[in-house]
């Protein structure tokens, strides 16, 4: 049996509380078919973001960000249609895929690169391993 | 609460019957009252959704689907988009959340009509 997604949501928040400083729940929504939480912290000197939409289906739309001292970008994963990643996946056949979600990472220089499908623990996983906390 | 093809049975306090009898067919007024009622929440659950719809059409000029077609069509659109927020993709999926929900509510507004 599937988790009930406000299980879901509150494991993103205790984990976040156990690893991030400064953990606040800026938007949290739940719904009969979808279900959304949106996580601020600070790791080190980087503002960290958690966004995750729970759909009905079982798939969930996410967006991780790490943003440095000035709010850049310094590294962001997120599965949005973005056309650029459709490009990378597809090439010439981009046209007809879309709309897909295809899961991919940006850098501070704003690169996409695709990815496996993120969730919060490979993202803070991710963190850990490129990030000295300090 | 019962259910049989096409009709649910609630019960309703025997008193509401009782004043409800005088005004005609208990049924066709229950009918009536629980259709007026969903009407008024649908509306309330609309305003809401629209409501929070806003902060989104505002801050990226457009309504979702225009951004939607932008973001999935026209890369240059997408490469200034980072400049002028670095988490757009966050907007957007909370963006599409409340028009997924506002579709749903809209789709059993009209549903509602046609009883």
């Given at each position: 049996?599937?988790?009930?997604?406000?299980?879901?949501?509150?494991?993103?928040?205790?984990?976040?509380?156990?690893?991030?400083?400064?953990?606040?729940?800026?938007?949290?929504?739940?719904?009969?078919?979808?279900?959304?939480?949106?996580v601020e912290g600070r790791w080190g000197i980087y503002r960290i973001i958690i966004s995750?939409?729970?759909?009905?289906?079982?798939?969930?739309?996410?967006?991780?960000?790490?943003?440095?001292?000035?709010?850049?970008?310094?590294?962001?994963f997120d599965n949005s249609?973005?056309?650029?990643?459709?490009?990378?996946?597809y090439g010439p056949d981009y046209r007809q895929h879309l709309h897909e979600r295809i899961p991919h990472q940006h850098s501070s220089e704003d690169s996409l690169t695709l990815t496996e499908p993120m969730n919060f623990d490979a993202f803070m996983a991710w963190l850990t391993s490129h990030l000295p906390r300090e | 609460m019962r259910?049989?093809?096409?009709?649910?049975?609630?019960?309703?306090?025997?008193?509401?019957?009782?004043?409800?009898?005088?005004?005609g067919d208990v049924q066709q007024v229950v009918d009536e009252?629980?259709?007026?009622?969903a009407v008024e929440k649908l509306?309330?659950?609309?305003?809401?959704?629209?409501?929070?719809?806003?902060?989104?059409?505002?801050?990226?000029?457009?309504?979702?689907?225009?951004?939607?077609?932008?973001?999935?069509?026209?890369?240059?659109?997408?490469?200034?988009?980072?400049?002028?927020?670095?988490?757009?993709?966050r907007d957007f999926h909370t963006w599409e959340f409340y028009v997924e929900e506002l579709r749903e509510w809209l789709n059993r507004l009209e549903q509602l009509s046609m009883l």
């Open positions: 049996m599937a988790e009930p997604v406000g299980a879901a949501l509150d494991a993103v928040i205790t984990k976040a509380q156990a690893v991030l400083q400064d953990v606040t729940v800026v938007r949290r929504d739940e719904r009969p078919a979808r279900s959304l939480i949106d995750e939409i729970h759909v009905a289906d079982g798939s969930v739309r996410y967006a991780y960000y790490v943003l440095d001292a000035e709010n850049r970008l310094f590294q962001g249609p973005d056309i650029r990643a459709s490009k990378q996946r | 259910e049989t093809e096409n009709m649910t049975t609630v019960t309703i306090n025997s008193k509401y019957a009782d004043i409800l009898a005088p005004l009252a629980v259709r007026r009622y509306g309330e659950r609309l305003a809401e959704l629209r409501r929070a719809l806003r902060p989104f059409e505002e801050q990226y000029g457009c309504p979702y689907e225009v951004f939607y077609a932008r973001v999935t069509t026209d890369e240059d659109f997408v490469a200034g988009l980072r400049a002028v927020n670095p988490t757009w993709e």
